[in-house]
């Protein structure tokens, strides 16, 4: 993602309640992207329960078909939400994007 100009960072969410190094983390980015195997995005709904200040910055990527999920499709959807170009394959050479921060529930980097 960030051969592509967009800077991540990530924050691996492991308990509730929120602390105060969840919600600084969610303080620190324009654009959050919640992480999840399930049909109803549920923490990410937890996240705007509890912080309805940043609710309309937490996006909810989920995945629920049963499989693993792989970096490349992640990357893929939040290129595609971002407005930047699809995942080339790693012989392509990759085009830059306008740099938007995003993260994923986790420890920051």
């Known amino acids: 993602m960030r051969d592509r100009g967009l800077r991540t ?3 691996l969410l492991k ?3 929120i602390t105060n190094e969840v919600r600084d ?3 620190r ?3 959050i992207y919640v992480v999840e195997q399930n049909r109803d995005g549920q923490m990410a709904a937890l ?4 912080l309805p200040d940043e609710a309309p910055r937490i996006r909810s990527l ?4 049963g499989l693993p999920v792989e970096a490349r499709s992640i990357a893929e959807e939040i290129l595609g939400r971002e407005g930047g170009p699809k995942v080339a ?12 921060p995003l993260a994923k529930a986790g420890r920051s980097r």
Not at 62 to 65: G, H, I, L
Not at 89 to 100: L, M
């Open 47 to 50: 996240l705007r329960s509890e």
């Open 89 to 100: 394959s790693p012989s392509a050479a990759a085009a830059p994007v306008s740099e938007q």
């Open 9 to 11: 960072g990530y924050l």
């Open 25 to 27: 983390f969610i303080r």
């Open 29 to 31: 980015y324009p654009c």
């Open 62 to 65: 989920r995945r629920y078909d």
């Open 15 to 17: 308990a509730l309640p």
